[in-house]
């Protein structure tokens, strides 16, 4: 719906100026002029009665946008079953995917990885002409020539680094002397796709000018037209001794409306559980492992999830992947969890089991949805970075526009035609766990999420000096894109 030249007209008389992303966002709602017209109203007449000044922001329309939605459905809304749960998975991985063996299978994975960021970065309004590297005539001089490829590797040295990339025709050194280009150099992840500006002096030396990632861009994303929640969590770890089996029989009560009164309004219109990743804690997963857990049967671990699930309202859509702990292949990508072990699972008429990573709509906002096992060697290989802030490491995986970059780390990566792992659309939201951290970020348009766990902190953590966040579920209205957790060892709303 365009805004009216007659609204903006009447707001600019009014002596109110619209900023450009308040426009943006008024023109991407899909509802009627009188409701466009009654959101404008009543924004310049909060800022009135506030003494504001006046300019529109994107932040003033959405404050009165979710006001708005409140009133018009809080009277309508007279249970669960009035909002209809709207999920479509857009990609996943299944059962059948072909894993192409050998080096053969690591070529074209890599070849695969090379062409779709080339694409990616290809289509940008300011794209330039890439050299291939095999063109470049290092005996010559020359300023200004692009190049890109994947990382191989970075040599640092006293006073400059030396970083080597290459594309499908060959290999080059490029040196840099600059102290700012270093530190982002530094930040960038081994075989990763990247753009060089580079220069060849009149010794034949490629000293790099500028470096880009392919990044994802800045976008507005898309709102839910109805005020709907979901509910982003993982790291359930049923089986362990340190599943948190009262916090989460708490929040299964919680969303039955038998603990809280007061939240009721927010729990009726909780419509997804999304889950991101080791549901159970497995067996064999570390050396061990059995002196950890309660149940030491990978088929029952699924049983007695089952049952808690079960528990949760049918009009509660629950969405499950795997992660590292549970009975998949461990090379990513992952298929979804096996009908042999997963089978009761699949008799609750409301749960869907898909692969990991995958990509998912609901209610229209596309969510990226990954374990996150791949953080680990991010957060081992990046300068600044620690297991306290998750959400730091995921934007280094937006940035690169790749779930798992780095090869022959703590990772494993199946070998194949095509490599599943670049991030080709762009979320609204990217969801991750395996930290056990709870972790937010807003970058670019994209929320990013990494959603703790329900499992006190483990032997193994505490000799790694991580300290997880157990019991504590972020909240994500999807009219607005705004998080509130929920803390269920405190019981207590978190905004």
């Not at 709207?86 to 072909?98: A, G, M, Q």
């Not at 200004?144 to 080597?164: A, P, Q, Y």
């Not at 362990?240 to 029989?249: A, H, P």
């Not at 809280?260 to 729990?267: R, S, V």
């Amino acid at each position: 719906m365009l805004i009216s030249s007659k609204l903006l007209r009447e707001a600019l008389e009014k002596g109110y100026q619209i900023e450009p992303k308040a426009f943006e966002l008024i023109n991407k709602l899909d509802i009627e002029e009188l409701t466009i017209n009654k959101i404008i109203e009543l924004t310049i007449q909060k800022k009135i009665d506030n003494n504001q000044e006046k300019k529109i922001t994107e932040n003033d329309i959405k404050l009165i946008l979710t006001k708005f939605i409140l009133d018009n459905e809080k009277d309508s809304l007279k249970d669960t079953e009035k909002i209809e749960t709207k999920l479509e998975v857009i990609k996943t991985i299944d059962e059948n995917n072909y894993i192409l063996e050998g080096k053969k299978g690591f070529e074209e994975l890599f070849r695969s990885r090379y062409n779709k960021l080339l694409k990616i970065i290809s289509s940008r309004p300011d794209y330039v002409k890439i050299e291939k590297i095999s063109s470049i005539n290092q005996k010559k001089v020359k300023d200004n020539v692009k190049i890109s490829g994947l990382v191989m590797e970075k040599r640092i040295r006293r006073n400059n680094l030396v970083l080597t990339i290459d594309d499908n025709t060959g290999k080059i050194d490029t040196l840099v002397i600059n102290k700012k280009i270093m530190n982002d150099v530094k930040q960038i992840l081994l075989d990763s796709f990247v753009l060089l500006d580079i220069r060849i002096n009149e010794r034949g030396t490629a000293i790099l000018n500028n470096i880009l990632q392919p990044d994802v861009p800045e976008h507005l994303p898309i709102f839910s037209k109805k005020r709907v929640y979901a509910v982003l969590t993982s790291d359930i770890h049923v089986g362990s001794k340190n599943f948190l089996k009262k916090e989460f029989e708490m929040f299964v009560a919680w969303l039955n409306e038998k603990e809280n009164k007061k939240e009721k309004e927010i729990i009726r219109r909780i419509k997804y559980i999304i889950i991101a990743g080791d549901s159970i804690d497995g067996i064999g997963v570390y050396p061990k492992q059995e002196l950890d857990l309660e149940e030491l049967n990978v088929k029952k671990q699924y049983t007695y999830l089952s049952h808690l699930l079960e528990q949760i309202p049918q009009s509660i859509e629950i969405i499950i992947i795997p992660g590292n702990h549970d009975p998949v292949r461990q090379a990513l990508p992952q298929p979804c969890i096996p009908d042999f072990y997963s089978e009761d699972l699949l008799k609750l008429s409301n749960v869907k089991i898909i692969g990991n990573p995958s990509y998912i709509s609901i209610h229209g906002i596309k969510i990226l949805v990954y374990h996150g096992r791949s953080l680990d060697d991010v957060i081992a290989t990046t300068p600044g970075l620690n297991f306290n802030r998750p959400a730091l490491a995921m934007k280094s995986l937006l940035k690169a526009r790749h779930l798992s970059p780095v090869y022959g780390g703590r990772t494993e990566i199946a070998p194949d035609f095509e490599d599943n792992l670049v991030i080709e659309e762009v979320p609204d939201i990217f969801h991750s766990g395996h930290i056990h951290t709870l972790d937010q970020e807003r970058y670019r348009g994209t929320i990013i999420l990494n959603s703790g766990t329900w499992q006190s902190q483990t032997p193994f953590q505490l000799k790694m000096g991580i300290i997880p966040v157990p019991a504590v579920i972020p909240i994500i209205d999807l009219s607005t894109l705004d998080v509130i957790t929920k803390d269920f060892k405190n019981l207590e709303f978190i905004s």
